[in-house]
């Protein structure tokens, strides 16, 4: 095997890398069905919950506990930088050499999940 085959191959498995990585974070940050929820609206039902807490009977605070909770560890997980820039730009800088190396379309790796933005910044085309 020659140096540059072997060169050729790790380029391969590195960009394989990416592109599984990336589409792998797409899917476990793939939005649930229903509005979506910002971290203002959170604070919001998180306030309501407190104010609530303050004249509650029993099981209700116990209840209202549990959200309180749920409410801040899901705030929480809003506010935590989950590094999807990041794999977001590798993906974008490697996309289009793997996918024309691999006969990959637009149409492919849209239905993947990949937006048409990311698409466009990596330079598929609708055309490819």
């Known amino acids: 095997m020659t140096k540059?085959?072997?060169e050729a191959l790790a380029i391969g498995?590195?960009?394989s890398r990416i592109v599984r990585r990336y589409?792998?974070?797409?899917?476990?940050?793939k939005p649930k069905r229903g509005r979506r929820r910002t971290i203002g609206s959170v604070q919001k039902r998180l306030a309501?919950?407190?104010q609530a807490l303050e004249t509650a009977d029993r099981i209700t605070m116990l209840k209202l506990s549990q959200e309180r909770l749920d409410?801040?560890?899901e705030?929480?997980?809003m506010e935590a930088d989950d590094g999807m820039a990041e794999i977001e730009e590798d993906f974008v800088a490697i996309a289009a050499q793997y996918g024309n190396r691999q006969g990959i379309s637009y149409a492919a790796w849209r239905e993947v999940g990949v937006q048409p933005?990311?698409?466009r910044r990596a330079g598929i085309a609708r055309s490819a």
Do not use: Q
């Open 4 to 6: 540059a085959h072997k």
């Open 13 to 15: 498995r590195n960009e």
């Open 23 to 29: 589409l792998e974070a797409l899917s476990s940050t």
């Open 48 to 50: 309501a919950v407190e």
């Open 71 to 73: 409410l801040m560890n």
């Open 75 to 77: 705030l929480e997980m």
């Open 117 to 119: 933005e990311v698409l």
